[in-house]
Structure formats: C-alpha cells, structure tokens
C-alpha cells in the first residue's frame, strides 16, 4: 500500500512539475513599441463620415438588386469629399458598384498592399428604430459618437482609411509599393459580387500582394477574463460558412390518425441529433497561436492551462469556440392545425474550423440524421480560408503599428468565426490579415449589426492615425 501512495506522490509531482515547467516557459510575445508623432486630423472628418452614413447602401440578400441611387450617391460623395485621392488614385468601377483604387508605387520590384473595407450596411429591424438614440441613417455627432448603420461595419474603416490617404497625399506622401484600395459592395450577403470580382480582377492583372488587409479583428476592452490591457486581436484566418437543409417527405395524414414517426417529430429529432453530436473541439491553428500570445498575458494559474494545453484544452478550446458550430436557423412545415404535413424542412447553420470542409460537414450530418432525410447544401457557402503566417514581414509591420500606437495592448493572432471578403484574396495576396483599430467593449459588442451602432470621436481618429501610420511603415 505504501509503495502505491509513494509511486502516487511521485505521478503527482512529476505532473505538478511539468505543469510549473511549461507555465515557466510561456513568456510574452509582446514586441517592444516604439514612440510615434501623433498626426492631426482637422474635425471635419467626423463630419465626412456622418455625410456617408446618410447614404443607404443596404445589401437585402444575394439576390435584390442594389438601391442604384444609394450606391451612385455614395460613390459621389467620396469624390467630393476626397479630391486628392480622387486625382492621383486611379479609379475602376468592378461590376458596377464596387470600388478599386489604384495608388502607384514608386519602387515596382516591391509587392503591393491591399487595404479593404465594404461600402454596403445590414438593415434595420423597423421594430427597433425607437431604440436607437438617434435615426440609423441620420449620422448624427454628439458630443462625444458618431451615431448610425456603418459606424463599426463597415464605414468607419472605409472613409477613415480615405481621410489617412488624403492627408498622405496633402503632404506628398509617394509610396514605395503600389497600393490598393478594394471597397466591395455586397460582403453583408457573402461578397460573390463585389470582392470576389476584385480579387479575380486583380489576378488578371498578375497582381501578388505581400498582404491583404479587411476587417474582421478590433481591440477588445474588458472582454477577455484575466488580462486588464486591451487585447488587439489579428485574426489570420476565417472559418467556412455552410448552410443545409434537412427535408422531410411523408404520405402526411390526418392528427387524429398520427403515424408512428411524424413528418415534423422526425425533423425534430434530427435537428436534437445534430446539437447534440456536434463536431467536436480540435487545437489547431490559428487557435494554437491564441493560447500562447494570449496565455503568456494571464495570471499564473490561468496561464498554467494556457501552457498545458495537452491537460486543460476541452475548457479552452470550449471557450475559445474552437469547433465546427451547428445552428438551426430556419424551420418550416404544415399548413393547418389539424393535417400532418407531407414535407417539413429545416436549414441548419455551420460555421467551419479550418481543417473541415463543406464536404466533410455534409458527411457529418448525414451520419448522424435518419435516413429518411433528404440533405441538401443551400445558399451561400465557403470553405474555411487558409491560415496567413505570422512569421512574415508583412505581419511583424501590421504587429509592430499596433504595438506603435496602442502601446499598452497585447497583440493577439487568431481565427474569426464571421465571415469576411479577405477570403477571397488568398490568390493575390501572400497573407490576408484581419484587423482595423476598432474599440470593442460588452457593452458595444451587440452594437454591431444591432440596435444604436455608433463609434467614439476618439475611436474613430484612431482608426484614421492607425491607417495613416500603418501605410507610412511599409517601406
């Protein structure tokens, strides 16, 4: 018995001391930041970004037609409003509404860079208009926001990128290597119009970026349990999106003369099937790269899961929401209170972890969903993204302007779980990264394609120093 407890003690120390080992060896990722001269920007820049929030460029869905006069009008009001650019960009309209500037470099053995936003705004839920503090589309400034649809996606990076490159220019800023600006029109409803055609363009053009910039990363304040400082998260790739639908076809009948599986009781098994067999948690990257720029910030025994993944991984990766997710989205079926329907249909959501596929999603659900079910992929799909380095130069200047500007921030690499129209830039582009300076509280975090979406005055001029200084660091 002795012998047992005294090997037992043995396990546990030899365990304890891995665990302290591994938690000794995570130190900080944080690179040193350097001093930077803030740039001012004179105040009408709040006003420019209201003036383009009035413009209702709404994207529905895949199929409506964009509101020609919103999209025209809008596109007016950027050349009114940024001359410079407008004079020594050159300017291509991609299948009509999308934006593509031209800046020349003047060193052509450099890769380019490609900065994008996207001009179109979801809707708004007319139930909610009383709850906004100011109209969605009035872009009203207090004293302190600038309130409407757009401010945080995705306007705000738009036009303030512009006001970066206007001032550039006012000071006869020429850059080294050739600039792209690619401003989609459609990325709310997937982007197969807008930036895709972009990206297919620039392909034509023999066009090899050493990097793509969108938005899709912001800094987190208070968000992240254990680390005080702001947490600017740059996010390398992005899941997939798929969506499926689940049918169901019965002879049907009467309620009073239920079969022993009804059309609808199957459906709903199905969709309980699939919650609860869902694809399971996996560390892989970029997720690795979240646990240890992440753990290396946190207090001791929170940084001891972080450095011990093989021991403590379910909780963080749970956390983290590192799996393919499963949602039901829509369901419909039955027409009368008293008639057992003959189809019955379900779409199920899946946001997809890179290493799984579409297809790989599809054989998932088919081996866990009766037979008797029809399954079928629907609507706008894509695969997870490929995964950009940060071992580049391209990422250690994006990491180091950051680091620049917000000096008490971690930098953090990742994976975003929405979608983004960087997907489609993997051809032209060594590395397509995700992140403008966006300030993200919980408090704000609902605001996003939500009720009373607005950004700060101080925010937003940082979003504006953070493009300017970021275009002037790629040398």
């Given at each position: ?49 209201s003036k383009g ?88 400034i207090t004293d ?286 060594d590395d397509v ?43």
């Open positions: 018995m002795k012998k047992v407890l005294l090997f037992t003690l043995i396990v546990i120390l030899i365990i304890a001391g891995i665990l302290v080992f591994n938690t000794l060896q995570l130190s900080s990722k944080q690179v040193a930041s350097q001093p930077v001269e803030e740039v001012t920007f004179p105040e009408d820049i709040f006003q420019n970004l929030l009035q413009y209702k460029t709404i994207s529905f869905s895949e199929d409506a037609i964009q509101d020609s006069t919103a999209f025209f009008g809008f596109h007016k009001f950027l050349e009114e409003t940024f001359p410079l650019v407008h004079a020594n960009l050159s300017l291509e309209k991609i299948n009509t509404y999308s934006l593509l500037y031209t800046w020349k470099g003047s060193d052509a053995s450099k890769k380019s860079l490609i900065l994008m936003s996207h001009q179109d705004v979801v809707p708004v839920d007319q139930p909610t208009l009383e709850d906004w503090e100011a109209g969605p589309f009035e872009g009203k302190t926001h600038i309130i409407g649809r757009g401010t945080l996606d995705d306007k705000g990076t738009l036009i303030g990128l512009l006001e970066a490159v206007e001032k550039l220019l006012e000071e006869s800023f020429v850059p080294s290597q050739t600039i792209y600006l690619a401003f989609g029109h459609d990325e709310e409803v997937g982007g197969g119009k807008g930036a895709a055609e972009i990206a297919k363009h620039l392909k034509a053009k023999g066009v090899n970026a050493a990097m793509a910039l969108d938005e899709g990363g912001f800094i987190a304040e208070n968000l992240v349990p254990g680390i005080e400082n702001p947490v600017a998260m740059v996010n390398l790739a992005e899941k997939g999106f798929a969506s499926f639908r689940l049918i169901v076809e019965t002879k049907g009948g009467h309620s009073s003369q239920p079969p022993k599986e009804n059309t609808i009781g199957i459906l709903a098994k199905a969709i309980v099937d699939l919650e609860n067999n869902q694809l399971p948690y996996k560390l892989v990257k970029p997720i690795d790269y979240q646990l240890e720029y992440m753990g290396a910030e946190l207090p001791f025994f929170k940084k001891m899961a972080f450095a011990n993944p093989w021991l403590f991984k379910t909780p963080i990766l749970e956390a983290l929401n590192a799996h393919t997710t499963t949602a039901p989205t829509i369901v419909s079926g039955g027409v009368k209170n008293n008639v057992i329907p003959t189809v019955a249909e379900a779409t199920i959501n899946f946001r997809i972890l890179p290493g799984e596929s579409i297809e790989s999603v599809q054989e998932h659900i088919e081996n866990t969903v009766s037979d008797k079910i029809k399954v079928e992929p629907v609507g706008f799909l894509t695969n997870p993204s490929k995964v950009s380095s940060i071992d580049s130069k391209a990422y250690k200047t994006l990491e180091q302007t950051i680091r620049n500007q917000f000096s008490t921030s971690v930098v953090v690499p990742g994976l975003v779980g929405g979608g983004t129209d960087g997907r489609y830039f993997y051809e032209v582009a990264f995700r992140f403008y300076p966006i300030r993200l509280a919980p408090d704000s975090m609902t605001r996003f394609h939500g009720i009373d979406e607005k950004i700060s005055k101080e925010n937003y001029k940082e979003i504006v120093q953070f493009s300017y200084q970021l275009i002037k660091n790629f040398k």
